[in-house]
């Protein structure tokens, strides 16, 4: 057998350290993990290809930690086989593209009221007000409750310790992750309460589409899946929404130039159902979530030995791709990686570099959300730019502060957000 070297656990997070040098690494490198056998990352587009293919087969099985599952039990992503696909297909139906056209109203009245809110404050802090809104997203959109009940405050208190626990170190069993399984098992309660409920609502949400399909999950409980959906929703659309305001604030030309698109967008919500709309803000959300992935690494377990590209990874290693490495490929980005261009996503390379970006994941295990996120981070950023602009009190792009579970910026990241002069 042919494996790769095992380089040394680094002293910086590992996402980090390979995505700073993804062109010096080769196609596939190799970093020992203390919890187990070495991770194996495939980083160039073809060994990428080559873990989705061997995933597909079944030589590749979803990874998470014993943490993970106990706080997750039987979510969706746990899942694996046909158990997985039956239980996606399950989901979709509050999830399709079709399902989310019907929250659309809601969403875009919700991200009106949040960005009014903004240009009224003195100033903003990003990433606490892009979860706010996304926590409304969660709490309105996916369970159905008006954001004035009770219960969305007591929704979003467990929440909050619930997701401190995904934040501890793997296998760290200390006071912040034993609160954190406590708060999901009153978490699960009150979703049970939320799907009763859903059951006679009259305005639309993700549950009582599911409701109203009257099937039961086909593997885990539907609160175990709520929790994969509602921690989706919020962290990962939350960071993706605070890098876009960012990378909006310091390229103030490139964001006055969509603001007609934004205003078509604002005015008419329902456009967005139409993939050929707005053009411009679907480039520079591909482009931001190509520089600033929510999601740093994905991994798999080899359940037998594979080859990627000239390696051979022996069975029992996991298996990864990073998103931020690949996505700093210049071989999948084109020149100038770090540089903000949606204008990449243009011309005769645009297909080839999209198709490149790991963004929402691919595969079997592929972002089964990413309707509703990439809706929600629209219809937020349209709002924005149709009438407003971003001024952030440091102008410069924040460092990476933490890679997991989502890719946060250095803050706190204060800016101002206030109302475009009308020129007549």
Not at 250 to 260: F, I, K, N
Not at 369 to 392: C, I, Q, S, Y
Not at 397 to 405: E, G, I, K, L, S
């Amino acid at each position: 057998m042919n494996p790769p070297p095992v380089h040394p656990i680094p002293v910086s997070p590992v996402p980090g350290w390979i995505a700073a040098q993804p062109d010096r690494l080769g196609p596939v490198v190799a970093v020992a993990n203390p919890a187990g056998a070495p991770i194996a990352y495939a980083l160039t587009p073809a060994a990428v290809a080559e873990l989705f293919a061997a995933e597909r087969a079944g030589i590749l099985a979803v990874h998470n930690t014993p943490a993970v599952h106990r706080l997750f039990r039987r979510a969706v992503f746990t899942l694996r086989g046909r158990e997985h696909e039956d239980t996606r297909a399950y989901l979709a139906a509050g999830l399709r593209r079709s399902a989310v056209a019907t929250y659309l109203p809601g969403i875009a009245q919700m991200a009106g009221r949040h960005v009014t809110a903004w240009a009224d404050r003195p100033r903003i802090e990003l990433t606490e007000v892009a979860r706010a809104y996304t926590l409304e997203l969660c709490v309105s959109a996916i369970l159905g409750v008006d954001v004035a009940d009770p219960d969305a405050a007591r929704i979003g208190e467990l929440f909050e310790r619930f997701v401190a626990g995904t934040e501890t170190p793997s296998g760290a069993e200390d006071l912040v992750y034993t609160d954190a399984v406590a708060a999901a098992t009153e978490l699960r309660a009150a979703l049970a309460q939320c799907a009763l409920r859903a059951q006679h609502q009259v305005e639309p949400s993700m549950l009582s589409q599911l409701m109203a399909a009257a099937v039961v999950p086909p593997a885990g409980q539907l609160t175990d899946h709520l929790l994969a959906v509602l921690i989706a929703a919020r962290e990962t659309t939350a960071a993706a929404i605070t890098w876009l305001l960012i990378e909006t604030a310091l390229h103030p030309r490139l964001a006055a130039g969509l603001s007609d698109e934004a205003r078509a967008i604002v005015a008419a919500p329902a456009r967005l159902q139409a993939r050929d709309t707005a053009p411009g803000l679907r480039r520079l959300l591909t482009e931001c979530l190509r520089l600033h992935p929510p999601n740093s690494v994905a991994t798999r377990r080899a359940e037998a030995s594979i080859r990627l590209c000239d390696y051979d990874i022996p069975a029992g290693w996991q298996v990864a791709y990073s998103a931020p490495a690949t996505h700093h490929l210049v071989e999948v980005a084109g020149p100038d990686p770090d540089r903000l261009d949606p204008d990449r996503f243009t011309g005769p390379a645009a297909a080839r570099r999209a198709s490149g970006l790991l963004s929402f994941g691919r595969g079997a295990h592929a972002c089964a959300g990413r309707e509703l996120a990439e809706t929600a981070t629209l219809l937020l950023a349209a709002t924005v730019l149709a009438d407003h602009h971003v001024t952030l009190e440091r102008a410069e792009r924040p460092t990476v502060a933490r890679w997991q579970p989502v890719r946060t910026p250095a803050g706190p990241v204060h800016a101002q957000i206030r109302r475009a002069a009308v020129t007549r």
